[in-house]
């Protein structure tokens, strides 16, 4: 079991919740990385110019990391969550315990708590019910397998409701509780690899 100093404060304002595709298989891991550049862009401005400190598994995790224990701190030091929601996203048991866990932290926090400010990027028809009472950001219409995306005026638009986002993402930011070092985290250390693409949906 691997272990590590209290931090003692927050490492991260915000971490990225996505379902990642594999290496071989990647269509739309290319434009999730464009939308959380210009996310950390817009919310940086929104916060005063500030570094947006983001925890993206693409840009922290390294080779050989022992990635269970590093996203156990990572999600236990970062003060909100932003998922990106797809049907894929609900069927892996590490996204859903990346969502749960601050969840958890939002019930003990109180009622009005808010950490979780999800993107979607896909009909939430197939989503658990808990998911489809949350306010989300839907930019389903605008989800790219293509780098010419970016090329086009849609982009254009897309980047506008980006920065809107960005603004209302500051907010919760800035409102999140102070630091505790025992925060929930739902996530174990896996004792199999995770359930395949095809395992029964999680319903929240």
């Known amino acids: 079991m691997h272990s590590a100093p209290d931090p003692g404060d927050y490492a991260y304002d915000v971490f990225i919740s ?3 595709e594999p290496k071989d298989e990647e269509l739309l891991t290319p434009w999730i990385k464009e939308i959380v550049k210009r996310i950390r862009l817009w919310l940086g401005m929104s916060l005063g110019g500030a570094d947006a400190r983001m925890f993206f598994d693409t840009e922290v995790m390294k080779p ?4 269970p224990f590093v996203l156990q701190q990572a999600v236990r030091t970062s003060r909100c969550l932003l998922p990106i ?19 958890a932290r939002e019930r003990l926090i109180g009622p009005d708590a808010s950490l979780v400010v999800p993107i979607t990027v896909h009909d939430g028809q197939w989503f658990p019910t808990e998911a489809r009472r949350v306010e989300c950001l839907d930019i389903s219409q605008y989800a790219a397998t293509t780098a010419a995306f970016w090329e086009t005026r849609r982009a ?4 506008v409701l980006l ?14 509780p102070p630091y ?22 999680v319903d929240a």
């Not at 996203?89 to 990346?98: D, G, K, L, T």
């Not at 925060?183 to 359930?195: A, G, M, N």
């Open 156 to 159: 254009d638009e897309l980047d």
């Open 64 to 67: 050989g990391a022992p990635w």
């Open 180 to 201: 505790q070092p025992d925060w929930p985290v739902l996530i174990e250390p896996p004792s199999t690899p995770p359930l395949p693409r095809n395992m029964p949906m």
């Open 85 to 103: 929601w797809s049907p894929a996203y609900f069927r892996s048991p590490w996204c859903v315990a990346e969502w749960h866990s601050f969840v």
């Open 163 to 176: 920065r809107a986002f960005a603004d209302d993402l500051a907010r919760v930011v800035e409102s999140a």
């Open 18 to 20: 996505y379902k990642r």
